[in-house]
């Protein structure tokens, strides 16, 4: 029994752990489907003033800034006795206990496309701007302060804003907005490298020096490159590891000259954030994936767009998970059925393409860029900060949509059929919509490559067969020859697997 009691005690404090620790301030937790703040005393009062102020509930009532509500002792009694919040360390009854809005799933930088990371820049210095008039200041300027809800960026660390010092005239997260936002944008975009394979590896972003190493002779020398890498690399070598005057406070005499001042770095910033925007218009392998071709006939595309609409019409999900959504055509369809759809794809810039359609028609689709077959881990200390894509996404849908994917994670991610279907009826509680191709289907052949062989038991019926382990058949639609959607309904001793 204690050491089951102890068992229990290590759980809760890695839960409690896994939501928050970095912020002195206060510690974000996550008790079922509530997301509870409870914040020092010494800063409660500070952001129930924040809360009230008119920028406050202009970004909340815009959607730009996550609803917050502080909860009362009296009212909501049970809850502050709760395990969860009684055994954090130096809780006591000072401490004030504030409730946010939950973003139905969560993402992080390196699962966004370009487009996205540009997008919670703007929010940033929005924000920042802003809240200027109110005397206040946003402490840190890191990506992770961001949830996306559908296309939507939402600020969501309420603890990063506190009262600005009128005679102080610097942004002290300058440089982490440099680092996180403007360096990955700016390697991505003049060096093609994906925000994934950057932000993964460097969590708190990248160093000018690190930038400097990539870029040639005259390109260092470019009014871009100088301004954020060549002259801060150029600077940092020049000063002394022991100098500890560049950590000490500049305080003028004259506040309104520090705040001139400190709105000119923050129009320098959004100067430098407008250059490295994402090129508009950027074309991908997949990007004409709805245009008929040589693999795709116009028959073909229009019978699975009808075929499609009406297996989501029946089904009616609330939440739909796109697996390789290519450029959000039947995502786009899902969304304007009613549904809010997670749309997936390892292609960035069809991924980027979804988000600016999304934003543009105010479509509930959070698109990220995420390939099912190696999908996002766990990141962060102890593997607990930022969970891994599946954690995230086991069992929160009610129906998974894998049109033209199935083939590709068998050919080209050589996955067993059976460990696919297992994987879909982990992700989804009710519903699968799946397109199978057969061997002999053109594009098939084309990802085979001479490998057919390795093929010759995959058909209609073998895919059925596979299937009746976890997932009961409603129906199937015969798209072409080579190509079938079946609408399957998940099998009821299967609810939680």
Same mark, same amino acid.
Request: proline share 6%; glycine share 4%.
């Given at each position: ?27 974000? $937790? /996550?008790? &079922? ?5 409870? #914040? ?10 924040? /809360?009230?102020?008119? +920028? ?8 730009? $800034? +996550? ?28 401490? +004030? =206990?504030? &409730? ?53 960026? +939402?600020? @969501? ?94 305080? $003028? ?51 699975? &767009? ?35 759809? #997670? ?28 390939? $099912? ?27 998974? /949509?894998? /049109?033209? @994917? ?30 199978? #191709? ?19 038991? =995959? ?39």
């Amino acid at each position: 029994m204690a050491s089951s009691k102890a068992a229990e005690t290590i759980s809760r404090n890695r839960a409690q752990a896994s939501a928050s620790f970095r912020d002195p301030s206060g510690r974000l $937790l /996550l008790l &079922e489907d509530r997301v509870l703040r409870l #914040v020092n005393s010494d800063r409660a009062t500070e952001l129930q003033t924040f /809360l009230a102020t008119r +920028v406050a509930r202009d970004f909340t009532s815009a959607g730009r $800034l +996550v609803k917050t509500k502080v909860l009362d002792r009296a009212t909501d009694a049970a809850l502050f006795q709760r395990p969860e919040i009684v055994d954090l360390p130096n809780s006591h009854e000072e401490q +004030v =206990l504030v &409730e946010h809005e939950r973003i139905a799933v969560r993402s992080f930088p390196y699962e966004w496309p370009p487009e996205m990371l540009y997008a919670a820049g703007v929010l940033t210095l929005d924000l920042a701007e802003a809240t200027l008039s109110e005397s206040y200041l946003i402490k840190d300027a890191t990506p992770y302060n961001i949830l996306f809800s559908g296309w939507r960026p +939402v600020f @969501v660390d309420l603890l990063s804003f506190e009262r600005r010092d009128p005679n102080d005239p610097t942004w002290l997260p300058f440089n982490q907005f440099v680092q996180t936002i403007l360096l990955p944008l700016l390697v991505n975009k003049y060096y093609g490298l994906r925000l994934d394979q950057l932000l993964t590896v460097n969590r708190d972003g990248l160093e000018p020096s690190q930038v400097a190493r990539l870029a040639g002779p005259l390109r260092k020398l470019s009014p871009l490159f100088l301004s954020m890498v060549s002259i801060p690399t150029w600077l940092n070598k020049k000063q002394p590891l022991d100098d500890e005057s560049i950590y000490q406070p500049k305080r $003028l005499s004259d506040p309104q000259r520090a705040r001139f001042i400190l709105e000119q770095q923050l129009k320098r910033l959004r100067r430098q954030l407008a250059k490295v925007e994402p090129v508009a218009g950027g074309t991908s392998d997949w990007s004409d994936y709805m245009t008929p071709n040589k693999f795709f006939s116009a028959e073909y595309l229009q019978t699975k &767009e009808r075929c499609v609409a009406g297996m989501l019409a029946e089904t009616r999900p609330q939440r739909l998970l796109d697996v390789g959504c290519n450029t959000g055509y039947f995502s786009a369809l899902a969304a304007r059925n009613g549904a809010s759809v #997670v749309a997936i794809d390892q292609d960035p810039g069809v991924v980027g393409t979804v988000w600016k359609r999304a934003a543009a028609d105010d479509l509930d689709i959070l698109p990220l860029v995420v390939n $099912l077959a190696r999908p996002t881990p766990a990141f962060g200390w102890r593997n607990e900060e930022c969970p891994s894509f599946l954690d995230r996404s086991r069992g929160r849908f009610d129906a998974v /949509l894998m /049109l033209a @994917v199935l083939h590709h994670m068998l050919v080209m991610e050589q996955i067993p059929l059976s460990a696919i279907l297992e994987l879909a009826a982990e992700l989804t509680s009710k519903n699968l919509i799946i397109e199978f #191709v057969a061997p002999e289907d053109p594009m098939f052949r084309h990802l085979v490559r001479g490998r057919a062989d390795l093929f010759t038991g =995959l058909t209609r019926e073998t895919f059925e067969l596979a299937a009746a382990r976890w997932f009961e058949p409603v129906r199937v639609e015969h798209l072409n020859q080579t190509r079938s959607l079946y609408l399957l309904n998940k099998r009821s001793g299967h609810a939680d697997a």
